[in-house]
């Protein structure tokens, strides 16, 4: 089964940037599109943003246009999703998700948890 | 923006008996509706997608139903492993638009 993988936890102050990767395997990677959403402790799923690995198009919820980037690097199979100017509630499981053809969610990476706090 | 509305918050239900999850759209999705599981701890699992269809190697105790703005998540006899948070998602308009979510536990 598809997995894909994400980078490890972080912990930032507030007012600054984190970066979080997800890693596809090689012969996957031009077939999903790539998404990225968002779960507080405690709360639902909040998606965020969306790329196509292909092209490299993007799509931000409002929320977080502005703030969030998302970036892919095609030798390694890797998007990036920056997230910036911190604050704690931004303190949360962040997930990427593939998607084939802006469809339903699925592979999932694991979750990687960024914590914000001083 | 599409708001997803689940209903119950909290559902109690024994082993081996039937759940009924409910979701409902603020405007029509048509059938782009899909529906997981997620355990503590852990990424969310794809159940349902197109409003009624498993997943590959999701067992045939879970079926999905609807279409427009009514969907409905039903496993039929509820097994130890199916206590968990049940999310219903649109992917018919953007913003993609999640549920709050149903708890299923052991009553």
């Known amino acids: 089964q598809v997995q894909l993988v994400q980078s490890g936890a972080e912990v930032k102050r507030p007012g600054a940037s984190v970066k979080v990767s997800c890693k596809a395997p090689d012969y996957t990677f031009n077939k999903y599109e790539v998404n990225w959403l968002r779960q507080a402790p405690g709360r639902g799923l909040e998606w965020m943003a969306w790329?196509?690995?292909?092209?490299?198009?993007?799509n931000y919820t409002k929320k977080f246009e502005g703030r969030v980037t998302l970036t892919t690097d095609t030798s390694t199979s890797t998007v990036y999703m920056e997230l910036r100017s911190l604050t704690s509630d931004d303190t949360a499981m962040y997930f990427c998700?593939?998607?084939?053809?802006?469809?339903?969610?699925?592979?999932w990476g694991q979750g990687t948890l960024v914590t914000v706090s001083s | 923006e599409r708001v997803m509305t689940q209903s119950p918050a909290t559902l109690s239900v024994s082993p081996g008996e039937r759940a009924t999850l409910s979701c409902r759209a603020s405007?029509?999705?048509?059938?782009?509706l899909a529906w997981y599981q997620q355990k503590p701890g852990r990424a969310p699992r794809l159940l349902i997608y197109e409003a009624s269809a498993r997943a590959t190697g999701i067992p045939a105790r879970f079926s999905g139903s609807g279409f427009g703005t009514e969907f409905t998540l039903t496993i039929s006899s509820l097994q130890s492993e199916d206590f968990a948070v049940y999310y219903c998602?649109?992917?018919?308009?953007?913003?993609?638009?999640f549920g709050q979510g149903t708890k299923l536990e052991i009553k």
């Open positions: 405007q029509t999705v048509a059938g782009n």
């Open positions: 790329i196509n690995t292909y092209n490299g198009h993007t």
């Open positions: 998602q649109q992917y018919n308009n953007w913003p993609r638009t």
């Open positions: 998700a593939g998607d084939e053809h802006e469809r339903w969610f699925d592979p």
